[in-house]
């Protein structure tokens, strides 16, 4: 088993594990597609690698694509399809595929949230996304940022080296469970602080505790599984970003936007105007 399946596999244990329907609320889609909205999406061919559960295709959806398809490595996809079908659309298509050679005629939009950061390697996902999409088209990317993690990395990187190899159960239970109240108990007690530029420097997640703290406790134990039961993680700076895309001639400098997430991630994306109608 590659790492990368690996890694599918125990996200698979997440998502498989879930109550149906989508884990995240519409304002929550929204954000992490910004600046991409509705009327970037409707009658557009969709493309998403790495879905998961299918989470974020049931808000897409709404969204009115011409269709979409979501392409994930795991046994998630049995997930997937059967939240897809729940929604009484028709307009899609699940394939269990490896995103990082996964080949199409391409389509007009393409988007990979909270998966390259996971991958063995995450610049090849990043190559997936943009050899899919069709010359005029635009990709959407969402990755964990190396700034503004440095808690995360000191203390819950560790924590996954270990707990990643034991049984899903056990540490979604015993160990994501306690450390998820925890912030829990923070992240709402920052909610309730009057809120002052200042925070920013001395409070750590600041910035991300004031959106996660919108959430129930269950969240923040599906957020806290999600960092612990993975093999593999990559914290991503910028510059690393700027590389990948601007040694992408297909890509419009012009189009691209790189935009800090939260104080802890990134987003980023941009048009193709050049190459063939699909490099894959």
């Known amino acids: 088993m590659n790492n990368d399946l690996k890694t599918a596999e125990a ?8 109550p149906l329907g989508s884990i995240y609320t519409r304002d929550q889609f929204e954000d ?32 009115e ?52 950061h996971h991958l063995k390697q995450p610049k090849k ?7 899919n999409v069709n010359i005029g088209g635009r990709f959407h990317c969402w990755v964990y940022a190396k700034e503004g993690n440095l808690i995360v990395r000191l203390f819950v990187e560790p924590l996954r080296r ?35 530029d200042w925070m920013k420097k001395i409070l750590p997640l600041y910035e991300y505790s004031l959106w996660i703290a919108k959430r129930e406790y269950a969240f923040f134990r599906h957020v806290a599984f999600d960092q612990l039961v993975t093999p593999q993680t990559t914290y991503i700076d910028k510059r690393t970003i700027e590389s990948w895309i601007f040694d992408r001639p297909e890509i419009d400098p012009a189009s691209v936007y790189i935009i800090m997430r939260n104080g802890n991630s990134w987003k980023f994306g941009g048009k193709k105007v050049s190459g063939t109608k699909s490099s894959a």
């Open 162 to 196: 270990i707990f990643s190899h034991f049984p899903w159960w056990f540490t979604k239970y015993f160990i994501a469970a306690p450390l998820a109240f925890i912030y829990f108990l923070y992240a709402k007690a920052v909610l309730m602080l009057p809120k002052k």
């Open 65 to 116: 694509p011409d269709y979409v398809v979501g392409v994930d490595l795991g046994s998630s996809v049995l997930s997937a399809e059967h939240n897809l079908s729940l929604t009484g659309k028709k307009n899609y298509r699940i394939i269990k595929a490896d995103l990082t050679e996964y080949q199409s005629e391409g389509f007009d939009i393409v988007y990979c949230i909270g998966v390259l």
């Open 11 to 18: 996200f698979a244990s997440s998502w498989n594990n879930l």
């Open 125 to 131: 996902g990043f190559e997936a996304v943009i050899n």
């Open 32 to 63: 992490w597609f910004f600046p991409l909205t509705k009327s970037d999406i409707k009658n557009k061919r969709v493309l998403e690698l790495g879905c998961g559960n299918g989470g974020m295709l049931i808000h897409m959806l709404d969204w």
